[in-house]
């Protein structure tokens, strides 16, 4: 149920961002909507597993916000949010390629510029799901 809340709290956040984007800077929508939406929610969904993943594993509910920043913060480098992935060295950019962020993020801009998103991005971000969803499945338990 979690997991619900949180990506509905996401698709609504990102609507809205849109919306204003467009109404105050004048940004143009994604052009590949439909695409856009099902990278959205299946790369979101993907991110929500791994946190549920953490949460997991993590030994108390303190712990695990801390667990999932230092995971964040790495996710984040990796998919382009300060260093563009074109500068960073292949190796980098490698790691990139296989983690979920850098082709989630790849998609989302793919979709953004009117290209559909590549079928490689959507099969290391669905297979992020399918894998976290499984631990995250596995894993979790009600104390």
Known sequence: MQLLINLGIGVVTTALLIVAGAAV???APPRQLAWFVLVFLLGT???LAMGLVIASLAPNAKVAPGIG???????MFLAGMWVPRDVMPDVLRTIS???VAGPFAAALRDTW??????VLHLVVVTAGLVVFGGLAVRLFRWE
């Open 25 to 27: 800077f004048g940004s």
């Open 45 to 47: 969904a993907a991110l």
């Open 69 to 75: 920043s230092a995971v964040m913060f790495p996710l």
């Open 97 to 99: 390629d296989y983690s």
């Open 113 to 118: 510029a009117g290209h559909p998103p590549q």
